[in-house]
């Protein structure tokens, strides 16, 4: 009989791919709507088209969200199940990722200073925003890139 | 602590067992992942997990992981 964590183990990493593939079409999107914006270099149909991408990323984000929720609904009931799954080292990629995220915060703040010199920011806020969006995808992204290694 | 200067014996108790890395990992409660990480030494296990494998293997845990020189 197969062990069913790697079942589960695979499906959490095919629901967390997705996820990170929504993440980065959401930002890559956003930055460049918001960079165009700022530059005032935002035309019409690319507004649309981005906007376009921004709904793909939030689509897949919620699809891939729903997924990981299943895996977690699955394995909750079996507390042996759930401790093989959410083992020590994925507490540890856990951990290890966070600090990519900060570190993908403070890289997304210092673009946006260097930025601030070539073209005034209007829109403080978005920017900030902006550095939390790239937080989260470098979370996902070090989390990801640590689970396949 | 970098995991280069630990090494294991871990492939070599699976083999005294014939036990497959995914039949390891579903001795100690952990993914075969885990198993495969630890063995190749990208991952230092804690203390508990080495002594869990150890059990399972029935040896000391010194038996399974030794500094390098």
């Known amino acids: 009989m197969s062990y069913p964590v790697e079942k589960y183990d695979r499906l959490r990493q095919r629901y967390f ?19 165009l914006r700022e530059t005032g270099a935002l035309v019409e149909w690319l507004n649309a088209a981005l906007g376009g991408f921004l ?12 997924g990981l929720n299943k895996v977690r609904r699955a394995v909750a009931g079996d507390p042996a199940l759930k401790d093989a799954l959410y083992d020590e080292l994925v507490r540890v990629n856990w951990d290890k990722a ?4 900060f570190l993908a915060i403070a890289a997304g703040l210092a673009f946006f200073a260097v930025f601030n010199f070539v073209s005034p920011v209007k829109d403080v806020f ?14 996902t992204f ?3 890139r640590l689970d396949r290694s | 602590m970098r995991a280069d200067r630990l090494k294991n014996t871990l492939k070599v108790q699976r083999a005294r067992m014939d036990w ?25 296990p804690s203390t508990y997990l080495a ?10 845990v010194e038996e399974l992981f030794q500094l390098t020189e």
């Open chain 1, 17 to 35: 791919r997705i996820y990170l593939f929504g993440q980065v079409s959401f930002l890559a999107a956003w930055t460049v709507r918001l960079v």
């Open chain 1, 55 to 66: 709904l793909l990323g939030v689509l897949v984000l919620f699809f891939s969200f729903l």
């Open chain 1, 98 to 101: 966070w600090k990519s995220g």
């Open chain 1, 126 to 139: 978005a920017f900030i925003l902006t550095a939390f969006f790239a937080g989260a995808a470098g979370y």
């Open chain 1, 142 to 144: 070090a989390f990801y």
């Open chain 2, 20 to 44: 497959s890395q995914e039949e390891l990992a579903r001795k100690i409660g952990v993914t075969r992942k885990t198993v495969n990480t630890i063995e190749n030494g990208v991952y230092i």
């Open chain 2, 51 to 60: 002594l869990k494998m150890a059990k399972a293997f029935g040896v000391a």
